[in-house]
T-cell receptor, first 122, second 110 residues
């Protein structure tokens, strides 16, 4: 079974340009998450999709960031226009359930992470 | 607000030593705690996951413990090897998002 796939693996752009990152979750996983790690800081949550709906986008830094998940399959994260401080590693993760989900045994919220996209804004 | 702290921030040890990495969190209401390793330029590799009802997990030379009441977890690495050199991250989970610590950079010297 394929894991979480992200591309590109590395993107180098100039300040002011636009970049789109893509994430393909594990097949059948309704939950998709974006995280990022900027230089010297911890990995931080950006947002959470359940299928095509945004459940929580409280971690998105500003309106230059736009995430979409049309059809509830793959997701894109667009940065427009990119700034120097956007440089870092962007991780995507997916999970089948979230902890405490209704309708069955307590789900465990085990997230599987992609290899990340390293974004360098010059 | 959940905060996760890892100590030490960096560690350098000679090959063969046993070592302990520490992770502490401020809110004991967690579902899981997970330890990852990250190699330079690479993604996250899951090492061990401890569910909230468990006290520890073991995999090969790795052993992770969890004490929810005190908000602490430790990752024990036995007989360290140069290949263990990496950044080790712990993360706690609520109903959905993971909260990560800043990591411990480990270097094992041959």
């Amino acid at each position: 079974e394929a894991g979480v796939t992200q591309f590109p693996s590395h993107s180098v752009i100039e300040k002011g340009q636009t970049v789109t990152l893509r994430c393909d979750p594990i097949s059948g996983h309704d939950n998709l998450y974006w995280y990022r790690r900027v230089m010297g800081k911890e990995i931080k949550f950006l947002l959470h999709f359940v299928k095509e709906s945004k459940q929580d986008e409280s971690g998105m830094p500003n309106n230059r960031f736009l995430a979409e998940r049309t059809g509830g399959t793959y997701s894109t994260l667009k940065v427009q226009p990119a700034e120097l401080e956007d440089s870092g590693v962007y991780f995507c993760a997916s999970s089948q359930d979230r902890a405490g989900a209704r309708g069955g045994p307590r789900a465990k919220n085990i997230q599987y992470f992609g290899a990340g996209t390293r974004l360098s804004v010059l | 607000k959940q905060e996760v702290t890892q100590i030490p921030a960096a560690l350098s040890v000679p090959e063969g030593e046993n070592l302990v990495l520490n992770c502490s969190f401020t809110d004991s209401a967690i579902y899981n705690l997970q330890w990852f390793r990250q190699d330079p330029g690479k993604g996250l590799t899951s090492l061990l996951l401890i569910q909230s009802s468990q006290r520890e997990q073991t995999s090969g030379r790795l052993n992770a413990s969890l004490d929810k009441s005190s908000g602490r977890s430790t990752l024990y690495i036995a007989a360290s090897q140069p290949g263990d050199s990496a950044t080790y991250l712990c993360a706690v989970t609520g109903t959905y998002k993971y909260i990560f610590g800043t990591g411990t950079r480990l270097k094992v010297l041959a």
